[in-house]
C-alpha cells in the first residue's frame, strides 16, 4: 500500500500543499486558516489515516518541530502542572515536548542537554547549580532556550520565573498584620537563586519591623528520603515552641511541615499559621486548607513559549538578555 504524502492529501482534499503543511504542524491559527478548512483537512487525514513522516519533514527543514522540557522533578506538583501547561502552549505552537527530571543532580541535568541536543529545536530548562557549563555551551552554539524557575544573574539568558521576593514579601507582611511575632522560616539548602531570593525577602520583611530571629531560621539539606523532613521539622517545633507562624520556602517543605506539626498535635491555625510556597490539590483539600503564594503556571508557560519561538524564528531579532519576573498571587484559606 502507497505512503501517502502531504501532496496526496491535498490533491484528495482539493487543497494546496501548504494548507494541508500548515494544518499538520499546527499553523494553521498562524497563517489565519478558517475553522471551516482546518476541520475539512482534518476529516481528510483522519479518513485516510495519513501519518506525517517526521524523519522526512526533520531533514527537509532541520527542524524536529519538538521541544525539550528539563525540570528538577516532574512528581512534584508544581513541576508536573508546568509540564502540562508548556505541552499546551507548545501544541498550539506545533510542537511536542520531551522532558527529562533532574532531581537537582547536577551531572544526570548536564547528560540530559547532552542527549537532547540533537534531537529538539529548543530547551526549556529548570536548571540546577552545577548545569551553568552545560547551558552556556548550548548558548555558544545557538541553540534557543530559555530558563524556567530559576536564572543564572551574571549570564545573558533569557528567563521566565515568578517574583520570589515579592511573593514572599507579601506573604510575611500578611502575618505580620496579623499579629505574628514570632515567625518562623523553614528552606531548603539549595545553592539557587529562588531560593535565595525568597529567604532574603522573608529576613527583610522581619528586620524592617525589629523581630527577625535567626534562630526560628530553619534550613534543612535536600534530601532524597523525604521522611527526613518531618523529623528534622518537628525536632525545630519542638525545639521552639513560641513559633505562632511559619513560611515555607517550597511546596513540598509544605507537605512535610504540615504532617511534623499534626504529629506534635499543634493545631493550624489556632497555635501555629500557616503559609507555603507554591499550591497543590493537597493545600486545597486539606483541613484546613493551606495559605499559599500561587504561582501563574499557565502565564510563564505561554511567556517562555513566546521568548523561545522568538529565538527559534530567524526573522526576529530578540535582546541578549531578556528577562521575565511574572506577579505571583497570595493566597489566604483558613490556615493563615
Do not use: W
Not at 179 to 208: C, P, S, W, Y
Amino acid at each position: 500500500m502507497k505512503h501517502l504524502s502531504i501532496k496526496d492529501i491535498a490533491r484528495i482534499a482539493g487543497v494546496a500543499p501548504s494548507t494541508v503543511s500548515f494544518v499538520v504542524n499546527g499553523k494553521h491559527e498562524q497563517m489565519r486558516l478558517s475553522e471551516d478548512m482546518v476541520k475539512h483537512v482534518q476529516a481528510v487525514i483522519q479518513k485516510t489515516g495519513y501519518v506525517p513522516n517526521r524523519a522526512a519533514a526533520s531533514l527537509r527543514t532541520g527542524r524536529t518541530q519538538v521541544i525539550g522540557l528539563i525540570v528538577e522533578d516532574i512528581a512534584n506538583a508544581f513541576f508536573a502542572s508546568l509540564a502540562k501547561s508548556v505541552e499546551f502552549a507548545a501544541a498550539r505552537a506545533g510542537y511536542r515536548v520531551v522532558y527529562g527530571s533532574t532531581e537537582n543532580d547536577d551531572k544526570k541535568g548536564n547528560d540530559l542537554l547532552q542527549v537532547l541536543a540533537k534531537q529538539v529545536d529548543g530547551f526549556l530548562i529548570v536548571p540546577s547549580t552545577g548545569m551553568k557549563s552545560g547551558i552556556l555551551k548550548l548558548k555558544k552554539n545557538r541553540k534557543p532556550l530559555v530558563l524556567l524557575d530559576r536564572y543564572f544573574p551574571d549570564e545573558n539568558i533569557p528567563f521566565v520565573l515568578v517574583d520570589n521576593y515579592g511573593g514572599i514579601t507579601r506573604a510575611t507582611q500578611y502575618l505580620l498584620d496579623k499579629g505574628k511575632k514570632n515567625i518562623a522560616f523553614v528552606n531548603v539548602a539549595l545553592d539557587q537563586i529562588q531560593m535565595h531570593e525568597r529567604e532574603k525577602a522573608f529576613t527583610d520583611t522581619l528586620q524592617k519591623q525589629k523581630l527577625f530571629r535567626k534562630r526560628l531560621l530553619l534550613t534543612l539539606p535536600y534530601y532524597q528520603d523525604k521522611d527526613k523532613y518531618i523529623k528534622d521539622i518537628a525536632r525545630f517545633f519542638e525545639k521552639y515552641p513560641q513559633i505562632d507562624a511559619v513560611v515555607f520556602s517550597t511546596n513540598y517543605l509544605g507537605m512535610f511541615g504540615i504532617k511534623a506539626l499534626k504529629d506534635l498535635n499543634r493545631s493550624i491555625p489556632q497555635q501555629v499559621a500557616v503559609l507555603s510556597f507554591d499550591d497543590t490539590d493537597l493545600f486545597r483539600f486539606s483541613s484546613p486548607a493551606i495559605s499559599v503564594v500561587s504561582q501563574p503556571v499557565q502565564e510563564i508557560a505561554d511567556c517562555a513559549m513566546q521568548l523561545l519561538l522568538a529565538q527559534m524564528d530567524s526573522r526576529q531579532k530578540i535582546k541578549q538578555k531578556t528577562g521575565v519576573f511574572v506577579a505571583p498571587e497570595l493566597i489566604i484559606r483558613n490556615s493563615a
